[in-house]
């Protein structure tokens, strides 16, 4: 049971190239999550999935896309990116049957864009 | 606006005592989450509060008053491992997480 995975675990783009970052689950968990961290910040949603086929916003969305086309993978995609993207991208995941399901997160894509 | 304030750094000495402290605004709310993360590695639960009081967990122990905004996560007994950032979160009316920016723990032996 690996939990949660996160594929590439370390990048380096030029501004304006695309890449995609891949986070896999297998705890079969309804709810996605993709969240950004730069120092001195709390961590920020860019999008998330409440089930396999929907995505939405969240608090970051600007630059970002993201798919859900099996319950165990969420797709973001960075189309043209900007030196203001580099972060630490973190993938998670949980069951939401009640507010209190836990999120569990995968160990994190380190991007740098230059 | 939401918001959630905790101090950027601590520091303790090993075998004492520290509380981390966590004052939040949300629209609505559904409990308070602590995350514990290391260096360089992925942030793992703690604990969750979501009525007034504390919950002891070991050598962690939670306390949240929904009155006053506020929650502080208690460590005893601190050993060298517990050096560590320690992320307070509060679940918005729409089922968010909203996350401070951490407070760094700095263990002294």
């Known amino acids: 049971n690996a939990g949660v995975t996160q594929t590439p675990k370390f990048r380096v783009l030029k501004t304006g190239q695309s890449m995609t970052l891949l986070c896999a689950q297998d705890?079969?968990?309804?709810?996605m999550y993709w969240y950004r961290q730069d120092p001195g910040m709390g961590l920020r949603l860019i999008h998330y999935s409440v089930g396999e086929g929907t995505t939405a916003k969240g608090e970051v969305p600007d630059g970002y896309n993201v798919s859900r086309l099996k319950k165990q993978n969420f797709l973001l995609g960075l189309e043209s990116a900007a030196p203001s993207q580099t972060s630490v991208y973190f993938c998670a995941s949980c069951q939401r049957e009640t507010s209190t399901d836990t999120q569990y997160f995968g160990p994190g894509t380190r991007l740098t864009v230059l | 606006g939401q918001n959630i304030d905790q101090p950027t750094e601590m520091t303790a000495t090993e075998g004492a005592i520290v509380q981390i402290n966590c004052t939040y605004q949300t629209s609505g709310f559904n409990g308070l989450f602590w995350y514990q993360q290391h260096a360089g590695e992925a942030p793992t639960f703690l604990s969750y509060?979501?009525l007034d009081g504390l919950e002891e967990k070991g050598r962690f122990s939670s306390f949240l008053s929904r009155s006053k905004g506020y929650s502080y996560l208690l460590l005893k007994e601190l050993q060298m491992k517990d050096s560590a950032s320690y992320l307070c979160a509060a679940m918005d009316s729409n089922y968010q997480l909203i996350w401070g920016a951490g407070t760094k723990l700095i263990i002294k032996p």
């Open positions: 705890m079969n968990h309804e709810y």
């Open positions: 509060n979501v």
